[in-house]
């Protein structure tokens, strides 16, 4: 920790930067349904800086992540499913973190499976139902889901649309 004139103490980004996953974050963007990283970095937010604990720093993403969903009107898993999956995740990450801190052990292919666990990272955190697509309705939420399970994360959830609300 660095400190001031002030005596007041700053945290630097490098203290707070997260192995394989950048820094953490508040809050989710509301606009797109969220990626692996950015639910791992809200969870790591209420784990690092709320202090809260695994199944607690796992369950206000959860709910924050299934909200994101219900407002893309895509049907979804069940929240214990949704916690289940970003503990999931963070396991995989502990392991990985086991591994790069013995020196002895990181070898060519571990360097590889690192890799590859960052470049998911942008994949879509996909909590459908598993008969979303078959269940949806609206042609354009299934286009919205399919666009967001590509590379990139194709599109943005917008306003309700009246006309289904009227129906």
Not at 92 to 115: G, P, T, Y
Request: with cysteine.
């Amino acid at each position: 920790m660095a400190s001031t004139n002030t005596g007041v103490s700053v945290v630097t980004q490098n203290k707070t930067n997260i192995w394989l996953i950048d820094q953490s974050l508040p809050n989710l963007n509301p606009i797109k349904l969220p990626s692996i990283s950015e639910v791992l970095r809200l969870f790591f937010y209420y784990k690092n800086e709320e202090r809260k604990t695994i199944l607690k720093s796992a369950t206000v993403p959860a709910c924050e992540v299934i909200g994101l969903w219900e407002k893309a009107s895509i049907p979804i898993r069940f929240k214990k499913h949704v916690i289940s999956k970003i503990r999931k995740h963070f396991k995989e990450w502990q392991n990985l973190k086991k591994n790069k801190e013995n020196k002895k052990k990181r070898s060519e292919a571990l360097k590889n499976k690192e890799q590859d666990w960052q470049q998911k990272l942008e994949d879509l955190f996909d909590i459908a139902h598993c008969d979303a697509l078959s269940i949806m309705t609206v042609e354009e939420d299934k286009q919205f889901l399919l666009g967001q399970r590509k590379k990139g994360r194709q599109g943005v959830i917008g306003s309700v649309d009246r006309k289904s609300l009227m129906k």
